[in-house]
């Protein structure tokens, strides 16, 4: 599933910029017809990003092979809980790329025993 926002047509992003513009002069103004009108605008554009939305989700799913994981993945995704792929730590160490946890971690230890090593030398030279 692509991270894009495919379904954010030219019309949505139009509506947006009027909408914005009502706010602006709902905002300023005491008229309750104008404020109604904006509230009622505002239902409105909801109930078409919605649909959009909906729409491009079931096209997703539709040209999907595993229908079911791709709907949780759009659920999780529009939820907010996304759980990212765990990835092993690499590290360049003297020109060479570390990629076994074991040598990331001994090349990280070792090197803060370095600069503790050095620090001890300092503070006994002071």
Known sequence: ?????NWITQ???????HKRSLY??????????????????????RKVINRAKKQNYSRFIAKSNKKIRM?????????????LVEQV???LLNDEKLKDPTDVANAFNNFLITIIEKLNVQQRIQ
Do not use: R
């Open 24 to 45: 602006n002069f709902t905002k300023n103004s005491s008229d309750q017809k104008s404020n109604a009108h904006y509230i009622e605008y505002c239902d409105i554009l």
């Open 1 to 5: 599933m692509k991270d894009k926002n």
């Open 89 to 91: 730590p690499t590290l």
């Open 71 to 83: 709907t949780w993945n759009i659920i999780n995704k529009e939820t907010g809980k996304v759980h």
């Open 11 to 17: 019309g949505i992003h139009i509506s947006c910029k």
